[in-house]
C-alpha cells in the first residue's frame, strides 16, 4: 500500500546487449495483481509496457544511440514443443530471455536475442505514450488471431477497459465488419462510438443480447473476446456466439471459478 523508490544495480551490457533509457513504462493489471499477492522477488521490477531510448549499443548492431525503440518484455525460444506447434505465448522458456530488471526503471538491459528479434524502431510521429502500448495492443491482436478473426466477421469485445478498447479499435483495423462493445463506462463507450465500434450497449441498462442479434441476422457474433475477468461474464459471451464461432476467454477467470 506504499509507494517508495528503490536503487538497483546499473545494467551491465555483453557485446551484443542494449540498454535503453526508459521513457514511458505503462501499468498492467499483472503488476497491479502481483502487488496485492505480495511479489517478494527483490531481484525484480515491475513494468513490461514500455518504450525508451538506446544509450549504449554495440557498433556492430543496428541500433543507433538516441534511437526510440519499444520493446518486448521477454521472448520465447522458437526450439519448445509449443513454439513448434504455433502456440509461442506457452512457451515453456518464456522468461528465460527478458527485460532486466523490468520496465519501471531508469535504465533497462535488453539482451542480445532480444534487442534482434524483439525490438522495433519507433517512427517520429509516433508518442513514448502510444507507442507503451505496443504490448498489449500486441497482446488483443493475438487473441483475435487465436479467435480466427477474420475481415467481414462480426466482433463482440465485453469490457471497455484500455484492453477491451484496443481490442475492438484491432478489429475493425482488421476488416470488421460490425465491432460491438459492451461495457459500463459510459464515457469510453461514447469515445468507442462512431470511431472504431458500430454499436455500443451499456450493460446497465441495455440488452446485449439483442444488440448481437440485430447486429448478426440473430446468428450471434463471429467471435467473442471477454476481457472482463468473470466466470459469469464468460458464461454470457458464450450465449453470443454463432454456432461454429470462437470466444477468447481473454481475461482468464478468478482462481477457483467453475
Known amino acids: 500500500g506504499q509507494v517508495i523508490l528503490v536503487d538497483f544495480p546499473e545494467p551491465v551490457a555483453q557485446e551484443q546487449d542494449v540498454i535503453l ?4 513504462c505503462g501499468v498492467c493489471a499483472t503488476d497491479v495483481k502481483m502487488v496485492l499477492k505480495g511479489a517478494k522477488d527483490t531481484r525484480f ?38 513454439c513448434k506447434h504455433g502456440q509461442p505465448a506457452l512457451c515453456t522458456n518464456l522468461y528465460a530471455v527478458s527485460i532486466m530488471p523490468g520496465g519501471l526503471v ?3 538491459l535488453v539482451p542480445a536475442e532480444l534487442a534482434q528479434r524483439g525490438m ?14 505496443a504490448e498489449p495492443l500486441g497482446c488483443v491482436v493475438k487473441g483475435l488471431e487465436d479467435a480466427r ?14 484492453m477491451g478498447l484496443l481490442a475492438a479499435a484491432a478489429g ?10 459492451a461495457g ?13 465500434a458500430d454499436r ?47 470466444v477468447n476467454a481473454f481475461a482468464g477467470v478468478p482462481e477457483g471459478t467453475h
Open 149 to 162: 478473426l477474420q475481415a467481414g466477421d462480426a466482433l463482440v469485445v465485453i469490457g471497455d477497459g484500455p
Open 45 to 82: 521490477a515491475l513494468g513490461h509496457e514500455l518504450a525508451g531510448i538506446v544509450i549504449k549499443a554495440s557498433s556492430s548492431q543496428a541500433w543507433k544511440i538516441g534511437q526510440r525503440v519499444a520493446v518486448a518484455p521477454y521472448l520465447p525460444c522458437d526450439q519448445c514443443f509449443f
Open 120 to 133: 522495433f524502431a519507433l517512427p517520429s510521429e509516433l508518442s513514448d505514450e502510444l507507442a507503451a502500448l
Open 21 to 24: 533509457s526508459v521513457s514511458v
Open 184 to 196: 459500463m463506462t459510459e464515457h469510453r463507450l461514447k469515445a468507442a462510438q462512431g470511431l472504431f
Open 200 to 246: 455500443t450497449v451499456n450493460i446497465s441498462r441495455g440488452n446485449l443480447k439483442e444488440a448481437v442479434a440485430e447486429c448478426t441476422e440473430k446468428r450471434g457474433a463471429d467471435v467473442v473476446l471477454v476481457t472482463v475477468s468473470s466466470g459469469e461474464t464468460l458464461a454470457d459471451g458464450i450465449g453470443l456466439v454463432r454456432p461454429g464461432g470462437w
Open 172 to 181: 475493425k483495423a482488421l476488416g470488421c465488419s460490425t465491432v460491438i462493445m
Open 106 to 108: 531508469e535504465r533497462v
